[in-house]
């Protein structure tokens, strides 16, 4: 009795000491296990002669294994929420703290001036229609007037996959298909990637973008071109920008233009971008060719229509001042975060 009074004592002093989840286990070995005190005692109650008190023992020994027990369990639970508290302290986080900067890419200069172009037409009443990269010969050239001998057919002007199909060399042929399934009024932007056999120098790329542009409805005229087209760029450079058409040759137009701006670096007074003229060349257009709106059964003495095509490449360069084409695909962070708004 005296022993499981002392081992009483000793067990409740250590277990006070016990700062560690590895200590507790130690400490059930040493109190619990197979070699521990409280197995010898167990072994002495068959020495005990007196039934009852061999009774008492056995109960008193079997009520301090059960302390320990106890007293374990309430430590474990003890070191183990000061863990817990201890593990949310190290890992508390401070919202206070400015955040690490993400960056996010940006559309690429040509995407952003193609999407300020779709945007004026937009909202002029413009449906925007994406052109086609492949056409057959006879969208591309026969029903847009060119005839089989233009130079534009030449293969060494035009990307040939076979003999009736081409990479588009402008985005003229969409003005076909529309005028195909649809019947006027007809007005829409068709913006796409074109192809043309170029050697690559500072104004060329075998690849460059276009918009296309087609209105017909009763009674269009050149008036109504021009003012669209003024509109336009007054929008899209300043409304101060003046515009000039010059009679011009395309076999899909007629009368056909060219429409020049006052130039964007001299404000028209005159310097080396615009070889002292004070304008600048910037698109082709015209009134749709008659031949045009007949070989799409249009009838050409009840509709009349207009066309334009802007190279968005163009734009880009006259708008930015940038003298070299292939900067554009090049990649080079340097040059393209400058337009980063
Ligand atoms: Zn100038």
Redesign the pocket.
């Known amino acids: 009795m005296e022993e499981i009074e002392k081992l009483n004592i000793e067990i409740l002093e250590e277990i006070k000491e016990i700062k560690s989840l590895t200590d507790l286990e130690e400490f059930k070995v040493k109190f619990l296990g197979k070699k521990s005190k409280i197995i010898d005692l167990m072994k002495n109650i068959k020495n005990i002669k007196e039934i009852n008190n061999k009774k008492k023992f056995g109960q008193k020994i079997n009520d301090l294994k059960n302390k320990i027990e106890l007293l374990i369990n309430d430590k474990y639970c003890e070191l183990n929420l000061a863990f817990i508290e201890q593990k949310l302290r190290d890992e508390n986080i401070d919202i206070t703290l400015p955040g690490n900067k993400i960056n996010f890419g940006n559309l690429h200069p040509i995407s952003y001036i193609l999407n300020e172009i779709i945007d004026i037409f937009v909202s002029m009443g413009y449906r925007v229609i994406d052109s086609h990269e492949i056409e057959n010969t006879y969208y591309n050239f026969d029903a847009l007037n060119i005839p089989k001998a233009h130079p534009a057919r030449d293969e060494n002007d035009t990307f040939y996959f076979d003999n009736d199909h081409v990479l588009v060399t402008a985005t003229s042929p969409m003005q076909v298909h529309v005028m195909e399934n649809n019947n006027p009024p007809i007005k829409i932007v068709s913006p796409g990637k074109v192809y043309r056999f170029d050697e690559i120098d500072s104004t060329h790329t075998p690849m460059f973008n276009q918009i296309e542009g087609l209105l017909v409805d009763k009674n269009i005229s050149m008036k109504d071109l021009k003012g669209t087209l003024d509109f336009f760029v007054k929008k899209l450079i300043d409304k101060n920008v003046k515009t000039r058409f010059r009679p011009h040759y395309f076999p899909f137009t007629e009368p056909s233009a060219e429409m020049d701006v006052?130039?964007?670096?001299?404000?028209?007074?005159?310097?080396?971008?615009?070889?002292?003229?004070?304008?600048?060349e910037l698109l082709g257009c015209g009134m749709v060719h008659p031949n045009v709106l007949e070989k799409v059964n249009i009838d050409s003495d009840k509709f009349s229509g207009f066309a334009f095509g802007i190279g968005i490449e163009r734009i880009a360069m006259l708008k930015y001042q940038i003298d070299d084409i292939r900067l554009f695909y090049e990649n080079n962070l340097k040059f393209l975060e400058q337009f980063y708004a």
């Open positions: 006052t130039c964007f670096a001299c404000n028209g007074k005159g310097c080396k971008i615009c070889k002292n003229s004070g304008f600048i």
